[in-house]
């Protein structure tokens, strides 16, 4: 049997699509693998940077050629915030020891593309800081690879150069998840150190890797493991949340990115479409090319993966819009809209804004409340009905999730938007959460310089839309910092893809995931089908509870694929798999 998607394999095959990249020539073909690697290849700066171009084929995004098979987004769908494809078999404990794993071979196929370079580097002539730069890029991609397996499978086994047929760290143990942790900082650390700001990337390089990106990475890690450790009594804890203090201070203090703010009030919505057009115009009204931000017109995103611009421009399009949004393979549900707070900036039975009592249509629950739920689920009826993914599409009963929705990309059913891996919001939450964990507090002046900057993004500055958040409110009002800290992470970066994990590295997954999951209100003069759903206290319930479970003592990690075991007993299988 071929095993060519093994662990012991991938690390020392060369992917042929570094060659196709790094050439674009079908001529290379005719010359052996071997050759090209070692002979003709591997000689110039050139050289390195097509060489990388394979790994960014390796970040987050919106269509299926992402790491795990299917769009990043989706990932939220693993978690109690939405619903749709893929929620089978995570959100619900029913996951069993898979034979083979995309996220465990597609990572460790970008660890072995990383390694590569970085061991053919040394041959490489030309100035001594732009090879560093590619090898920087190299060691981001490693670090950020290994950082997906971490988080996933806990520890892993650590490979940092290219291995033969024969040698023996092939059938290698699992190396402890703090070790791996802190070879990801020494990776970060490099390409922090010799990647360049985005100021002065040059436009035709936008995209690529940059200080700011380095560090903004680091911060994620490194907020994850401070809180995943916190949360579990282990001792770095407070060492990893100290990293993501500093990672994040410095990518704010060094002031190259900002969060978008063009459109005024509208800002939040427009962060998730295309370029806002001529005259600042919606993008939907402006006819001619789609065109995506560059750091020249927006300051937040500070890494994204690219998909082009349009079919004469396409570097890798995708049908997110027409594929995922419409056929409702994610979706809002009842947990992340009952988050949303009321105008007055309290919470679900502390408002007097609170209409959920008394609902008298779809559109009733949108009133007074933080402006971000209408710019991120859709308010009213702009979706062609149709019927597919796991929740057939019935108007009045499903949410529709907003962002990345764009009505022209939804008639062409084809999308060149780009998604948005990191962006500056997220350095700012994880540096509010990071400093709350560590100090057990935080100052308004922090909070002004974090989640309030957030805040007067989504309301165009305007308190009477959504006021700041203060000690001295949260006091006032019975409220928890923690839970606001939180609150404000979930609504910002609602359907991005980190909600899961969220609820992984707090250890509330064995209290929130073995819950029904519910949506939206049922008013059956919304329902044209006329076919009642099933319900509980009026709302639709997608999944009952009798369908959901979480088993803490197994289901904070992941499986470990079982042919990767029987190829090496040296691997052990996660707990109680």
């Not at 990932?75 to 915030?81: H, L, P, W």
């Not at 203060?470 to 404000?488: P, S, Y």
């Amino acid at each position: 049997m071929i095993r060519k998607y093994h662990f012991r394999r991938i690390l020392w095959v060369l992917p042929a699509a570094i060659l196709w990249l790094a050439g674009c020539n079908k001529n290379l073909d005719l010359l052996p693998e071997s050759q090209l690697a070692d002979a003709n290849f591997w000689k110039t700066t050139s050289d390195l940077s097509q060489a990388c171009n394979y790994l960014y084929t390796f970040l987050s995004g919106l269509s299926t050629d992402d790491p795990t098979g299917y769009p990043t987004p989706l990932q939220d769908n693993y978690s109690d915030k939405t619903f749709g494809a893929r929620s089978v078999g995570f959100g619900d404990g029913s996951s069993t020891a898979p034979a083979t794993s995309n996220e465990w071979s597609n990572y460790y196929k970008a660890i072995r593309a990383a390694n590569n370079i970085l061991q053919k580097a040394p041959g490489v002539t030309g100035d001594a800081a732009t090879i560093n730069r590619y090898v920087g890029e190299a060691r981001f991609f490693r670090g950020m690879a290994y950082f997906e397996l971490v988080k996933r499978f806990g520890d892993v086994p650590y490979i940092n150069k290219i291995l033969t047929p024969t040698d023996s760290l092939l059938y290698s143990a699992r190396t402890p998840r703090q070790a791996v942790i802190d070879s990801i900082y020494a990776d970060l650390d490099f390409a922090a150190a010799n990647c360049p700001q985005p100021d002065v990337m040059p436009a035709a390089e936008y995209g690529r890797i940059t200080r700011a990106a380095a560090l903004s990475f680091k911060a994620r890690v490194a907020l994850f493991e401070g809180t995943w450790d916190k949360f579990r009594g282990i001792s770095t804890a407070n060492t990893n949340l100290q990293v993501a203090v500093t990672a994040s201070n410095t990518v704010i203090t060094e002031g190259k990115h900002r969060l978008y703010t063009s459109q005024g009030a509208e800002s939040y919505f427009y962060e998730f479409q295309y370029d806002g057009g001529a005259n600042g115009n919606p993008i939907q009204s402006v006819p001619g090319p789609q065109v995506n931000y560059t750091y020249a017109t927006n300051k937040e995103n500070i890494l994204v993966r690219l998909y082009g611009q349009n079919q004469s421009n396409n570097i890798a399009s995708h049908s997110f819009g027409r594929t995922y949004l419409d056929q409702a393979n994610i979706a809002p549900t009842r947990v992340i809209m009952d988050a949303y707070l009321y105008k007055d900036g309290l919470p679900q039975g502390k408002s007097a804004f609170d209409s959920s009592n008394n609902q008298t249509s779809s559109l009733t629950e949108f009133q007074n409340r933080d402006p971000r739920m209408s710019m991120s689920v859709y308010n009213r009826t702009l979706i062609t009905p149709s019927v597919g993914g796991l929740i057939p599409y019935v108007a009045g009963i499903t949410y529709r999730y907003r962002k990345y929705w764009i009505v022209s990309d939804w008639t062409a059913n084809v999308s060149f938007i780009n998604f948005n891996v990191l962006r500056y919001a997220e350095v700012l939450l994880t540096n509010a959460e990071a400093k709350f964990e560590l100090n057990g507090s935080i100052s308004d002046a922090e909070l002004n310089q974090t989640i309030n900057e957030i805040r007067n993004r989504a309301t165009g500055n305007d308190a009477s839309k959504l006021p700041l958040l203060t000690n001295a409110f949260v006091t006032a009002n019975g409220l928890d910092m923690r839970t606001e800290i939180r609150r404000e992470r979930a609504i910002e970066l609602s359907f991005e893809g980190l909600a899961y994990w969220d609820l992984l590295r707090w250890k509330t997954a064995e209290t929130v995931l073995p819950q029904a999951i519910l949506g939206r209100k049922y008013f059956a003069a919304e329902n044209p089908a006329g076919t009642t759903p099933n319900l509980l206290n009026g709302y639709v319930v997608l999944e009952a509870a009798s369908f959901r479970k979480f088993n803490p003592a197994k289901d904070y990690l992941w499986a470990l694929p079982t042919q990767e075991l029987a190829l090496n007993t040296k691997l052990a299988q996660n707990p109680n798999w």
